[in-house]
């Protein structure tokens, strides 16, 4: 592939429209594998708490202005949005990565007063516990995504704000996130997602490579502020200098050759910024954890109220028996 081909298969990423048929056809088969596996209400449950997440990625991608915006579901494992990103700033991932977990938070926030609508003035006590279970659910995925290793939401924040900066850290950073969510999966027995891990060390290498390419071009401030036919020729050069893998493949080109020329291009968020960001970030983690202790308050107090209206159907129970057979006539022979 010529560089001039290289950057026209850049241009019409850029260009290129979002799929309606990933979000379709994903939830189709996110529902049907996981049915089969947890039941078709557990699923349910989990697909609502994805896509309410996913929804806040998705619309702050929006308000970016960023084109070919797409959600997909991921069966037994969750989900993702795509765009394409390469006009924004650190500053502006960062918001984005935020995002899910926040719109997330904010929805089982406002699902607990439906909760607690559900089971004051209906006396739905079902419904309300259902709509609980939804809100346990979306804090602890939330909360799990805002932890500080990649690929999660939280390990992106920290990777930008801190990480980032050098190279050889950041290296450090993604293999230690590897080895620290393989073994939280293995802890929490669900072996299912370590394909998560094993996924990441497969491109590990090349990451790590690509980082270094990045940071050698930075120091020699060589690059204009639009890529042409000569930067792509000394990327594709160092791309094949560090023996990345399938970098002389065509159809990988343009996206090596994309990487590379938005990690040089992106800068990180002036101190300030960084500092702001933090603790926004720590913020919404603390909110998620008080919410966390809310649900588990409220899942108490539905607990034991399931519990007295199972003790009143029982007693109604045995009640009835008695009565019957003391309105029976005695019979004297």
């Known amino acids: 592939m010529t560089n001039g081909g290289v950057l026209e298969q850049i241009a019409q990423k850029k260009t290129k429209k979002a799929n309606p048929k990933l979000f379709f056809g994903s939830l189709f088969l996110f529902m049907l594998i996981a049915s089969y596996f947890w039941g078709w209400e557990y699923s349910l449950l989990i697909l609502l708490v994805i896509f309410f997440h996913e929804c806040g990625h998705y619309l702050m991608f929006k308000i970016f202005g960023c084109k070919n915006v797409n959600m997909v579901f991921v069966p037994m494992l969750g989900g993702f949005v795509s765009a394409n990103e390469d006009d924004l700033t650190s500053t502006k991932r960062v918001i984005v990565f935020l995002a899910g977990p926040v719109f997330g938070l904010i929805v089982a926030f406002i699902s607990m007063f439906l909760a607690g609508f559900v089971s004051g003035f209906t006396g739905n006590m079902q419904s309300a516990n ?24 939280g390990g992106q924040v920290a990777n930008v704000l801190i990480f980032s900066r050098n190279w050889l850290f950041e290296a450090v950073f993604r293999a230690l996130s590897l080895i620290a969510l393989a073994a939280w999966f293995i802890y929490i027995e669900a072996y299912s997602f370590l394909i998560i891990p094993a996924f990441l060390l497969m491109g590990l290498s090349g990451s790590i490579k690509i980082r270094r390419i990045v940071a050698d071009f930075k120091k020699k401030n060589i690059f204009s502020d639009k890529i042409t036919e000569d930067n792509v020729e000394l990327i594709r050069n160092e791309l094949i200098k560090y023996d990345v893998k399938d970098c002389e493949i065509p159809k990988f080109i343009p996206n090596y050759v994309s990487a590379v020329w938005e990690g040089v291009r992106l800068k990180a968020p002036s101190v300030i910024k960084s500092f702001a960001l933090f603790f926004a970030y720590i913020f919404i983690f603390a909110f998620g954890a008080f919410l966390g202790l809310m649900q588990i308050h409220l899942a108490s107090g539905l607990e034991k109220g399931l519990e007295q209206i199972k003790e009143r159907e029982n007693n109604s129970a045995q009640v009835a028996p008695a009565q019957t057979r003391s309105n029976q006539p005695y019979i004297v022979n």
């Not at 909360?143 to 990649?150: A, C, G, Q, S, W």
């Open 130 to 153: 259902y709509i609980v279970s939804f809100v346990g659910i979306s804090i602890f995925i939330n909360l799990l995504n805002l932890l500080p290793f990649l690929p999660l939401d």
